[in-house]
């Protein structure tokens, strides 16, 4: 979603999953608009099973055969067309590409301004290359896009999905009748010059107070949304079905296991506890 590169902010209900995943993954990817493929998506806590392309057809299949809404036979369903990782029955862990960057990303992107993130990421010695590509791929974004989008993730971390999808309506309705947005698309979509000329032009002419006035201040009826159905949620009612968050298992580690066990059998317990809890779903272990 590279929508701070079109002076536009991500959207589709993205201020409610991308602000609950891992850490601060969902706040650099909203931002810097990373892509993730394949299996990552499903590491990432986006995706809740991973199912290669050539059997698409014959799941579609058997799906449809389902006769009413029971998810854990869907998911049972799913589960079959799971290739187990390789890896996983060798005791080694997958590759996950944003593995090596998580422990930066929490580091340089928990901040609630754009300014303390740029901040961070120029004191980074770690992973210092890293960071300064990071810095240069933000200054090529719409500051104000960059301001709005942190502000919204931030919001919604707390709200309902049907406040964050309002959120989002009332600030896309906005945002569209800035400068940025129509030079973001001219740019990157239409003439492909990619050299949008952004107003403002630098985070410090973006007042935050403004930001937040404009986009996030009284609703206005003309942009408000009419949801179908009265069903809302903090946390999906779903999300058992996807790999456990590192909050689980977390949980697991402090309240159920207490940290009683030394090293290696902690390690053991843990697994076997989670891999039991999700009736041995691939990518537990890996996680």
Known sequence: MPETLIGLFPDVGASFFLSRLDGELGTYMGLMGHRLRARDIFYAGIGTHYVKSKKLPELEERLARIQHKDYNAINKVLEEFVEPDVNASQGKIYTYSMLKYTDVINRCFCFSTIEDIMGALKRETDM???AVVTIEEMKKRSPTSLKVTLELLRRGRNMSLKACLEMESQVACRIIEGSDFREGVTELLVTKKRQPKWNPSRLDVVDLDKIQKKFFGPPDTDYSLAFPSDIDYILSPHRGFALPTDLEIDYVCTRVLNYNYPG??????????LVEKYGGKDGVIQK
């Not at 059998?265 to 076997?272: D, E, G, T, Y």
């Open 128 to 130: 210092q290359e890293w």
């Open 264 to 273: 290696n059998i902690a390690k053991a317990r843990l697994v076997s506890i």
